[in-house]
């Protein structure tokens, strides 16, 4: 898993990918499919044997501490 200061706009464009969330939940894209990433830890995975191909929008963003 890994954490990003971004907002990610992404997009499967061929192939499968799994989504992986911090809480272990997990999504299967297929082509087409659009996800929003806001910076949560998360994972992307290739579990087929052919190759998948995203394309990706970053927009930056301020980490912010946790308040109670």
Same mark, same amino acid.
């Given at each position: 898993?890994?954490?990003?200061?971004?907002?990610?706009? #992404?997009?499967?464009?061929?192939? /499968?990918?799994?989504?992986?969330?911090?809480?272990?939940?997990? +999504?299967?894209?297929?082509?087409?499919?659009?996800?929003?990433?806001?910076? #949560?830890?998360?994972?992307?995975? /290739?579990?087929?044997?052919?190759?998948?191909?995203?394309?990706? +929008?970053?927009?930056?963003?301020?980490?912010?501490?946790?308040?109670?």
């Amino acid at each position: 898993l890994h954490l990003t200061d971004s907002t990610d706009y #992404g997009i499967l464009i061929s192939g /499968n990918v799994w989504l992986v969330m911090e809480d272990g939940s997990e +999504v299967e894209l297929q082509p087409g499919d659009c996800v929003i990433q806001t910076g #949560g830890l998360h994972a992307w995975e /290739n579990r087929g044997d052919t190759t998948s191909t995203m394309y990706f +929008v970053m927009v930056g963003a301020e980490r912010k501490a946790a308040t109670d």
